[in-house]
């Protein structure tokens, strides 16, 4: 009888949670919002090179961004209206949403022994407005939200149960969380150091197993880095990683370990709402009162992985890695709008620990009705988020700062390559770099195998020397590697087509062939 019960609640969540993602996602790609951020635009492009290539290979996958969202991506990107919608990663998106609303409400429901508690969880993450729209767009943190939910619920489950069959769920998990995003590999550093410590029996052998799980994708990658670009750590120092781009770092945190911490908690604040954070605060202290009883080793489980996730944005903050603007924050820039979305990894635990300080808050409202007012306690709470980004709940639906941000990228820096895009002729091979080619191709709808870019080794280095007669047409903008090798034998050998500057751009060029 319980096990039909909770057969039929996740049935239900699953079809609410569905519903809700189908909808959001056909009113989003019917308004055109969901295919706009230069990352979500190179993410699909990246799936489609897999399979519409001038050169074919695993190589396409590049260097810095993990591999998991766009290998998922590519059978569906493989399809001409997927991909030039972004529908081929959207639809990743709604999965996850999916599958994310599920987990949290086992998460919730195994982890405090309570039902309400699962419920709250799935209600705090699924009917937030901003995560809705965001769960629509082709960007790879949904995926990582999936799976650290997914890895964390099957860690507590382990932690109860001692089932081999969810710690197979949770490395595999793990795994797939180390192939999506980076914040995956400290999840997974953090989850190899607890599981001699959660472990009651068979504590060798079960920490070995997930052990050699967890390590699996970071080697893989760093060994594919090796194979095709000769350096097992290219990802962390080439072109396009965090570490060279210094976009917004003048206004970072650098060095500053309290701002950076403040930084990362006002961006979450904004991503889940104020009031669930707060929420999930209060959880967070009150879950450190469970270390003491019998539930100590999954809630060691939860609060790891929560300190986890949170640690590595500080921490990459504080070290210059990243950076995250929002408007008003700043005060030399108050409008800029930067890395908005790394907040939302905190959907993976924060409703969680603020589905237990609800349901913990009502019953003790039950057991004394004058403690009601604690309810309240979230509305009077400081409010973190700077006045310029508060929004009504039609804005955190359909003008969040995930939206303005990407407009906004659009009309900085985009115009020039959109400018001369349109002046490509209808054949021969285009030379680029992938920066510029993602823009492009999303411009134009030109087929990506018309592209030669530095993923094309065997052609992209001899055309520094001497062009492949193959390539009729060459877009470089000054300052980047095209026009620090050829480009002063193209402007005066080659046909200028077109040239354009942005605001923040160098100048751009279009040659042809002669």
Known sequence: MRSTVWAREYMLVATIAALIGV????????????????????????????????????????????????????????????????????????????????????????????????????????????????????????LMIFCAAGMMYYLVRWTQ???????????LFTFAGTLTRYEGWALAATACVLMPVVTRTRRVTATILFTGGAVLGPMLWMLFNMVYFDDPLMFAYGI?????????????????????????FIDVAYCLNPSVLWLGVAGFILSLMLLRHRFWRSTLVLLSGS???????????????????????????????????????????????????????WQQVERRRALAVLMLAPLFLPDPLPPRVHESIEQQFNRNLFYTEAVHNQSYWMPPFIEIAQKIGDSGLIMTNTRIVHIVVWATGIPMRRFVTEMNEDVWGPSFANIDPRIQWVITEEGDQL???????????????????????????LFKRP
Not at 164 to 169: G, I, P, S, Y
């Open 240 to 264: 396009g990683s965090a570490q060279v781009n210094d976009t917004g770092k003048m206004f970072g945190t650098a060095g500053k370990a309290l701002e950076s911490f403040g930084r990362y």
């Open 161 to 171: 149960n001692e089932e081999w069959r969810d710690l197979a769920l949770a490395a």
């Open 483 to 509: 026009w620090h090798g050829p480009g002063k034998r193209l402007a005066k050998n080659w046909i200028e087509v077109a040239t354009a500057k942005g605001e923040v751009t160098g100048r751009v060029h």
């Open 307 to 361: 300190v986890a996730l949170f640690g590595f944005y500080v921490l990459n903050l504080y070290s210059g890695i990243i950076t995250i603007l929002l408007p008003g924050l700043v005060p030399n820039d108050p409008s800029s709008t930067y890395n908005v979305r790394y907040g939302t990894i905190m959907a993976a635990t924060v409703p969680v620990l603020a589905g237990l300080c609800v349901f913990i808050l």
């Open 23 to 142: 909808n959001a996602f056909l009113y989003f790609l019917w308004a055109d919002q969901t295919f706009v951020h230069v990352d979500a635009i190179a993410h699909v492009n990246k799936a489609r090179g897999l399979v519409d290539n001038f050169e074919l290979g695993l190589r396409n996958l590049g260097t810095v961004w993990l591999p998991l969202p766009h290998l998922l991506m590519a059978p569906l990107a493989a399809f001409d209206r997927l991909w030039k919608g972004g529908a081929a990663g959207s639809l990743i998106s709604v999965a996850c949403f999916v599958g994310t609303s599920l987990l949290l409400f086992r998460l919730g429901s195994v982890w405090s022994g309570s039902r309400v508690v699962g419920w709250l969880a799935f209600t705090l993450f699924a009917l937030n407005p901003r995560l809705i729209y965001f769960f629509t767009t082709p960007e790879n943190e949904t």
